[in-house]
């Protein structure tokens, strides 16, 4: 399974973005797709979720302002992010688990500016 992610940058206060994060090769393995993030000299933290079955999760920092969600279609996951904080400012990390196998993409940048 390869993830690409995309849809980092730069924004201020109270705006938006949307990370998109495309899977493909053994796809049809993968149970859970969502996203992590790592702020500088902090843990990586769980953002969200979107299970197979079309369950979700948000972690509570992010409840209200961030939607996962997904295009089997293009086999795709989104975090659509309103409301950014300075807090929010992290590497975001897109993840796909499969059975023994967790596949990370490559991180991409959010920085939210005061």
Do not use: H
Not at 25 to 50: C, D, H, K, N
Request: net charge positive.
């Amino acid at each position: 399974v390869q993830l690409q992610a995309s849809g980092g940058g730069l924004v201020q206060v109270g705006g938006s973005l949307r990370l998109s994060c495309a899977a493909s090769g053994s796809i049809f393995s993968i149970s859970v797709m969502g996203w992590y993030r790592q702020a500088p000299g902090r843990q990586r933290e769980l953002v969200a979720t979107f299970t197979r079955e079309g369950s979700t999760y948000s972690a509570d920092s992010v409840k209200g302002r961030f939607t996962i969600s997904r295009d089997n279609a293009k086999n795709t996951v989104y975090l659509q992010m309103t409301s950014l904080k300075p807090e929010d400012t992290a590497v975001y990390y897109c993840v796909a688990l499969a059975p023994n196998r967790t596949y990370w993409g490559q991180g991409t940048q959010v920085t939210v500016s005061s």
